[in-house]
């Protein structure tokens, strides 16, 4: 499976964006897609998930009522909506994926055990 992000940019704090996540290979809709974020000088660290064909998803706190995953398996793609944008919001953005994964179970896993990741799109925030 290969991914691909896109859809970062330099936004005013309040702005929105929407990234997107296209994956390609085969079974796609057997891995949990996530988002994952990695700030200068921090660690990678879990956004948000979306399970394939049930489609529970889970979120980071942080972000809980600002951001929505979804997926369109017909196109293979997993999008976040990202409104309320704030400065400490700034990072790479990286989509994974995770065979059988939950979503919440993306949240806790081990990075190491990600089985495929996208390149990084970059998301900064003015204030």
């Known amino acids: 499976v290969q991914l691909q992000a896109s859809g970062g940019g330099l936004v005013q704090t309040g702005d929105s964006l929407r990234l997107s996540c296209a994956a390609f290979?085969?079974?796609?809709?057997?891995?949990?897609i996530g988002w994952f974020r990695q700030a200068p000088g921090k660690e990678r660290e879990f956004v948000t998930a979306i399970t394939g064909s049930a489609g529970s998803t889970y979120y980071a706190d942080s972000v809980k009522g600002r951001f929505t995953i979804s997926r369109d398996d017909a196109k293979a793609t997993v999008y976040v909506q990202m409104n309320n944008l704030k400065p400490e919001d700034t990072a790479v953005y990286y989509c994974?994926?995770?065979?059988?994964?939950?979503?919440?179970?993306?949240?806790?896993?081990?990075?190491?055990?990600?089985?495929?990741w996208g390149q990084g799109t970059l998301v900064t925030v003015s204030s």
């Open positions: 290979g085969r079974a796609v809709s057997s891995y949990a």
């Open positions: 994974a994926a995770e065979r059988w994964a939950t979503a919440q179970g993306m949240a806790t896993t081990d990075i190491r055990h990600i089985d495929y």
